[in-house]
T-cell receptor, first 107, second 114 residues
Framework: GIQVEQSPPDLILQEGANSTLRCNFSDSVNNLQWFHQNPWGQLINLFYIPSGTKQNGRLSATTVATERYSLLYISSSQTTDSGVYFC?????????FGQGTELSVKP | NAGVMQNPRHLVRRRGQEARLRCSPM?????VYWYRQLPEEGLKFMVYLQKENIIDESGMPKERFSAEFPKEGPSILRIQQVVRGDSAAYFC????????????FGPGTRLTVL
């Protein structure tokens, strides 16, 4: 099956800093999602991005399907950005999740 | 438009009891998925259902676990004779018809087995 790897596993930022999270996948995919799991455990959809670039406020994402990776950019980070960021790719009817990047933003 | 709803949000069971987790998909969504998140781990697929049909149960443990999505009412994930290793967060997701890759998640049910 498809392998999904995320890096880095952990990231500590000072408030206001920028960061890039990476998601590599082992096989061709036709869709990819990014999620944020907040400290209360809720999973929040960030992007549905099979290819190309999308932006939503301080967050943007780029997927290069031919090279099997996606990037999530967080600019001007805030403490509320803390939590775990997951990418997930579709295989059949199910999503295969990476292990996540745990982000901690310090005031 | 309400999101995916799950209840209960927290469930405590003693070893050997049964746990029933409910999920109501978003309005207009006909596909339901269940995922499990063990402590400090990512989410793992369990089962994919449409109304009255199990489409893919490749992630379900062979024993004690079952799932259904009846014609009327919510989807149910049932765990019989729970053990401590079943303690986890169980997430339900739903997707619109024809868009299985675009899934929206509920808040999860946190199961604790004493």
């Amino acid at each position: 099956g498809i392998q999904v790897e995320q890096s880095p596993p952990d990231l500590i930022l000072q408030e206001g800093a920028n960061s890039t999270l990476r998601c590599n996948f082992s096989d061709s995919v036709n869709n990819l999602q990014w999620f944020h799991q907040n400290p209360w455990g809720q999973l929040i959809n960030l992007f549905y991005i099979p290819s190309g670039t999308k932006q939503n406020g301080r967050l943007s994402a780029t997927t290069v399907a031919t090279e099997r990776y996606s990037l999530l950019y967080i600019s001007s980070s805030q403490t509320t950005d803390s939590g775990v960021y997951f990418c997930a790719v579709k295989q059949g009817g199910k999503l295969i999740f990476g292990q996540g990047t745990e982000l901690s933003v310090k005031p | 438009n309400a999101g995916v709803m799950q209840n209960p949000r927290h469930l405590v069971r003693r070893r050997g009891q049964e746990a029933r987790l409910r999920c109501s998909p978003m309005k207009g969504h006909s596909h339901v998925y269940w995922y499990r998140q063990l402590p400090e781990e990512g989410l793992k697929f369990m089962v994919y259902l449409q109304k009255e049909n199990i489409i893919d149960e490749s992630g379900m443990p062979k024993e004690r676990f079952s799932a259904e999505f009846p014609k009327e009412g919510p989807s149910i994930l049932r765990i019989q004779q729970v053990v401590r290793g079943d303690s986890a967060a169980y997430f339900c997701a739903s997707s619109p018809p024809g868009q299985a890759g675009r899934q929206f998640f509920g808040p999860g049910t946190r199961l604790t087995v004493l």
